[in-house]
Every structure is written in C-alpha cells, then in structure tokens.
C-alpha cells in the first residue's frame, strides 16, 4: 500500500526530477470576414427614392442618408454599410426587390472588405 507522501514522490527509480508542464493551447477563432454594401449611381433612379432607400433598409436619418446620396450622385457609388455575409446579401436583395417593385434600376452590391 502506497502511502500519500509515496504518491507524491512517483516512482522510486525517478531521480532525475523531470517536471512534466502541460501547456493548455486555445485555438483561435477567426472573425467571420465582413462585406461592404455599396449602392452604384445611374441616371434613372430619383434622389428622393435613393434617401428613402438609405432611411427604410439601413436606418439612416434623414441628414445621413442625403449626404450618402450626394456621395453616391458624385462619385458613381459609396458605402452604406458593412455587414456579416448573411445581412450584406439580405440588404442587397432587399434594396434590389423594392427598386424593382418601384420601377427603378437602382444597383446595389456587396464587396468582400
């Protein structure tokens, strides 16, 4: 029978002292990549809807979404957003579908950023 000292002290023909460490390694885990969602200027699509665009699918004020807009009308496209994979696709497809259902051919796509 082992006493609790003799547990301790491990085999008798272990004399070199080795102390064993365990390190404890944590995989990390990488963010989900994130996608910007740009809206592309055309020559058809109203101002007016473009803000109501902005306000209704990415709660924009109303300030906010006018500057976007202008951003948009002068430079040819701007960043509205950046969003997880799933959001950036469903906003896209959103702005999409109510551009259609208005009659506008308004564009809006998302960029791995």
Do not use: W
């Not at 004399?15 to 990390?28: F, G, H, I, K, P």
């Not at 994130?34 to 709660?59: Q, S």
């Not at 509205?80 to 809006?108: N, W, Y």
Request: hydrophobic share 40%; charged share 25%; aromatic share 8%.
């Amino acid at each position: 029978m082992y006493t609790h000292a003799d547990i301790l002290a491990g085999p008798e023909n272990d004399d070199d002292n080795d102390v064993s460490v365990v390190v404890a390694t944590r995989e990390r885990t990488k963010r989900p990549p994130l996608y910007k969602v740009l809206l592309l200027n055309d020559d058809y699509t109203p101002m007016e809807f473009v803000v109501a665009v902005l306000e209704r699918f990415f709660g924009m004020s109303h300030a906010q979404a006018f500057d976007i807009m202008l951003t948009v009308h002068k430079k040819g496209v701007a960043v509205v957003g950046v969003f997880s994979h799933e959001i950036a696709e469903t906003k896209v497809a959103q702005v999409m579908d109510f551009a259609r259902q208005h009659q506008h051919p308004l564009q809006c796509t998302m960029e791995k950023e």
